[in-house]
């Protein structure tokens, strides 16, 4: 009896090992193909960029240097913005911003909605049922409404556009989670440590949500490129980032009129912003495939989408 205690107080330790020992797995699996190089390849490229372009910046991203929509040339090579500022100081300088606040509202987003989708798998009943009732309310609203909505009225500070962006996002993570931790949830070895008498708050943190990291896992770049696409636009219609501080949504939007006299301005930022987003959603993709096989990849991708768990 005691070498039978013994084994299964082994088993019960190694299982975060082998949990994690997938997700490295799955990490390697994905890197292994050229979707899933190229797309962490594109992603690190455009954070280097974000992050030490500041210091790489040949002049300062507010001061004039030239004529408004100047032509590329020698000392500017993209040219002047709609205010006579070097397009490239501004490209090398307007992505930091942009990626701690898609970063912090993907993590907060993906914290609140694991959490809330794992309360209702294990809970199930009443509560579990109130807590998705919830979310269907939030997913009934378009997501750049809602956002919209709350920044108009409270403001466009930093921390509320954080925050209304993981509102808007924490439902579709909690619905793809809710029907990952069904699953789990189900399973001998989270029923038995639920016999024995631990709280339900210690069998979801230390049996469920090990259980769930490769899921999370994906579930997080793919939230990171929409958080990217919906702060871009946001910025694009003038909130967030307040001139003349430079942001690639924002440096859209003051070259649009002068595109045709220097197209740098728009098309710049637009390049940098499509291959972070694609680089993001490739990465993923790939991580989707090695996790779960290319099928269920592709229902895994279309359902965190849609806010849909998968079934």
Known sequence: MTVQTLRSGRARNDGPARRRGALRRTLTAALSTGRGRVGLGLMLLIIA?????????PNDPTMFVGPPYAPPSHGLPLGTDDLGRDVLSRL???GWYLLLVAAAATAAAVAVGAMA????????????GAIMRVTDVFLAFPQIVFVLLLVSVLGASTWLLIVA???????????VVYGAAQDVCERDFVKAVALWGVPPRTVIRRQVMPSLTTPLAVEGGLRLGFSIILISGLNFLGFGVQPPNPSWGVMVNENLLGIRANMWGVIAPAIVLALLAVG???FAD???????????AEDFVAGSALGVGPS
């Open 92 to 94: 090398l300088d307007g």
């Open 280 to 282: 993001t959603n490739m």
């Open 165 to 175: 962006v993981a509102i808007v996002q924490a439902p579709q993570v909690a619905r």
């Open 117 to 128: 989708g794992v309360i209702a798998a294990y809970r199930q009943g009443r509560a579990g």
């Open 286 to 296: 790939s991580l989707a495939r090695a996790a779960f096989g290319a099928e269920q």
């Open 49 to 57: 960029l974000a992050f030490i372009g500041p210091y790489l910046a």
